[in-house]
Every structure is written in C-alpha cells, then in structure tokens.
C-alpha cells in the first residue's frame, strides 16, 4: 500500500493489467467497490470520479473499450 486513498496510482496501474483485455469488467469490479465506499465515506466524497472516471477514459490501444 502507498498510502494515497484506493484506487491509488499503483492500484489503478494494477488494476488495468488486470483487466486489460475487459474493461466492461473493469468497470464493473469498481462500481461494486464504489457501492461499497459510499456505505463507509462521508457523502461529500466524489466517489464517481475516484471509482470510476478514471477507467473510463480511452487509450490509443483501446477501440473496444468504453
């Protein structure tokens, strides 16, 4: 763990080497985590754009993704 608030740079990294081939599933893995968050974060806290924004954005690789 670095420290930084999940998903940190490392996680997200990690995370994108894992789904690699599965961005819908990607997707999918951190709308169930952010579901999670917003039962234990305070409601001030944009969880959409720390959950989720993040995996949204296209890649030059990426022509089936989101």
């Given at each position: 763990m670095c420290g930084a608030a999940w998903p940190c740079s490392p996680a997200?990294?990690?995370l994108l080497?894992?789904?690699r081939d599965d961005r819908v599933g990607l997707?999918?893995?951190l709308g169930a985590r952010l579901v999670e968050a917003a039962a234990e974060l305070p409601a001030d806290v944009?969880?959409?754009a720390r959950f989720v924004t993040?995996?949204?954005q296209r890649t030059g690789g990426?022509?089936?993704g989101p």
């Open positions: 997200k990294l990690g080497a894992r789904y997707l999918v893995f944009d969880l959409y993040w995996a949204r990426d022509r089936h």
